[in-house]
């Protein structure tokens, strides 16, 4: 009796234990998660469909590599809209390779060395700052807005890994 009790009891505990959840494993750690490499100036503008005038104007001037390189820069970036305020014509013209040398001044008038960023800008008021072109755009800050000379800072801080772009509503040219 003591016998089958025993084999009983050993079966009801086989059977106890084949009925048991399996224990897992733990569960793997999650993967670091993988953020995006930040684009460059020029990589970040290409892909925003509202630049792509701008794009073709640094091609065609062949600033693609200086807007690629380390910087920092700052861009103010003004939008197709803010090129097609430009008399008829003018933007195809400033393309024209005999054009050049007009456009490259235009471009980098758009330009600031360094990475200035909007809380920077704002205390910029009254100022004038000297871009890559070599002229200077006056800063005009009132009721919160930014003025680069006559034109209406629209978006700010998009940041890239050499510098930071604010975004324009008109075509800065130099005087």
């Known amino acids: 009796m003591k016998i089958k009790l025993m084999l009983s009891v050993g079966l ?16 793997p750690a999650a993967a670091p998660a993988m953020t995006a490499p930040m684009l460059d100036i020029v990589d970040t503008a290409a892909g925003n469909k ?9 091609q065609a001037a062949g600033l693609v590599e200086t807007l690629k390189s380390k910087g ?3 861009v103010f970036a003004p939008t197709n809209a803010a090129f097609a305020k430009l008399p008829a014509g003018t933007v195809e013209s400033l393309l024209k390779p005999e054009n050049k040398a007009m456009l490259v001044k235009i ?9 200035v960023l909007a809380a920077d800008v704002v205390k910029l008021d009254g100022k004038m700052v000297k871009t ?3 002229s200077d755009v006056s ?23 050499n510098g930071v772009i604010h975004v324009i509503d008109t ?3 130099p005087k």
């Open 132 to 134: 890559v072109q070599g």
């Open 50 to 58: 509202d630049f792509s005038t701008l794009v073709a104007a640094v």
């Open 171 to 173: 075509v800065l040219l």
């Open 107 to 115: 471009l980098t008038y758009h330009v600031v060395s360094g990475k």
């Open 12 to 27: 009801l505990g086989l059977g106890l234990v084949s009925c048991m959840p399996k224990a897992s494993a733990p569960a």
């Open 139 to 161: 800063i005009a800050v009132a009721g919160g807005k930014v003025k680069v000379n006559d034109s209406n800072v629209i978006a700010t801080d998009i940041e890239t890994s």
């Open 72 to 74: 920092p820069f700052t």
